[in-house]
């Protein structure tokens, strides 16, 4: 392996970014060609993840949140590919890496923690040896100074006696633990982008707040920049400071975390919103919930996603897609409703079309 | 309506010298008024699953007493159970795990009602279509199977059998908890709904606080098996008395970001001990914060320290609520 890379060119040397822009994903398309038809997933995402920033990603199960993800890491396997856009990392255009070049970034430039740290680490090895695995292949260290390192990193994480448990399995540790060593495997190598998808859904809540405690100091002391994949409103609200909500494989809102509570552009991020329990003291309010289901990918609904739920659907919603409206320099909603020839609704401005 | 008192489930694995006790519920205490919401929340492993099938008598109980209407039905046999099964159904977890893929909706939803000869042929059907209504669905959704709905659709066919042998209790082993945000909501609007307008009395299961709180009159919270505190939901969230209901509510994520609860949490360090062979003394005194010598050795008791409001601690009235956490960073 190691003599491979001799004959390879280095791609991270020549990396530059311009800014603070970090990851510039661009009318992003991921489709899935299955016998039953094509499944788009992704149908055209756009968004940039600047330095520093942790961007929450929210959506329902089916609405491209991990499958963007996936593409941005090239790990979407077969039959799915990435059918059109871009990503750019710095000045280099990710969808057009090959694998072994895509090998070189992941886990050193960009790296992810996965949604069940039960599937997701290898039942017959050691933690030790996993973790050795991602820092032999990236760094120059010796085995006996990787083991040193994979301790180092145990105990960064939080678990106790890192010495003990470097040499256990998988099946030694708890939920939580897991998820801490898949958290250490992720930043061995200081990525500069650590991308979680769904960290702690698998955990009760009292480990979820030390496991996103954890993510939250470790973003801090690596200076790296993150994207947190959820469907819980309250995470998002807890640690993110920027948030896209999507829904059938698009983008339906983008903004800043706190105008998004408090001032949601889309129908669905209000929907959203309604749906969770606010609860005070005394007579509880009836819960508002979205009616109907989420649209079948295999026959997206035409124009937007989420017109046959939408309580206020208007002729042209079901015949195109709304762009992104520009609400203010951090807001933008893909809704009808604020182009300058809709009907008013309260609470929804109008605006033009935003450039990207 | 429904008192447990005392009730335990114990199970047994391993064999010979590898044999353990597995103390799953042990001992817990409350009662149900009849038409009340009684939500039992807790980590995973606490024992709310097993205490709630218990109830159900899917699981024959150890020990203890289950009254329903006064009638201990804990130890009764399967044929004495007979006459209370229809009273006390259960929905599940699992959307996708409990229904059987071979059956029809039809069958699904009328298996009760065959098992007890109810109703037949034209009664039968239109008994079906009267419950598929009730929870939403299409009367032409009966001829078909079960993976042709979607999880949010499949919760309601487990309702609608649930609904089936007019039940007067029914035990909710979260049935949100497999659904999207935007389909929780319909599923309990639809569970107050069918509560309202057929008097039922909720015993519901969750971990997801913030539901159980809207849901709830009054809730239950276990650790490892045992009761820690009960009380009116409102009571509950807004003074926990117990040092572990204080720091589970306080891991609540908020959906409101200027009111981070991250600020004032109380981190709970390690995690849920095992609950073969558990230690004597309180059960959560190896993670909380208050802990003195004696609550590793003396068990505490369920009191009535406040009115309607149980805690089972020694030291619940000198503990002081919402105490900022030390600033603390890793390593």
Redesign the interface.
Known sequence: MKKMRLFQEDILKNIQFEDDLILKVDHLQTTFYTHMGQVKAVRGVSFDLRKGEILGIVG??GSGKSVTAMSIMGLVDEPGRVSGGSIRYGNLELTKLKDSEMNQLRGKEISMIFQDPMTSLNPVFTIGQQLKEVILTHTSLTGAEAHERAIQLL????IPEPELRVRQYPHQF?G??RQRVMIAMAVSCNPKVLIADEPTTAL???????I???IQ??KT?LDSTVILIT?????????CTKVNVMYGGLVMESSD??D???NPQHPYTN???????I?V??E?A??????G??PDLLKPPSGCPFSPRCPHTMGICQKEAAPLFRINDRHCAACWLHSPEAPQVPGYVQSKVGEE | MLEIKNLKKHFITGHGKGRKVLTAVDGISFSIRKGETFGLVGESGCGKTTAGRTIARLYNPTDGQILFEGVDIAKMTDRELRSYRPKLQMIFQDPYASLNPRMTVQDIIAEGIDTYKLAKGEERQERIYQLLDKVGLKREHATRYPHEFSGGQRQRIGIARALALNPEVIVCDEPISALDVSIQAQVVNMLEDLQKEFNLTYLFIAHDLSMVRHISDRIGVMYLGKMMEIAGSDDLYEEPLHPYTQSLLSSIPLANPRQKNFLNRIMLEGEIGSPINPKPGCRFASRCRYAKPDCFTVSPELRELRPDHFVSCHYAENLVPNVKKEEKIQP
């Open positions: 329902e199960s105990r960064m994480v939080g708890s939580g633990m009760d809540v009292t480990i979820q707040a030390q996103l405690e954890l100091n470790l002391k469907h819980d409103l309250g995470v998002v609200s807890e640690i975390v706190i998004l509570f408090e929907g959203l919103l309604q749906s969770v329990p609860n003291r005394g509880k009836r819960l508002i919930p979205i009616d289901t989420p």
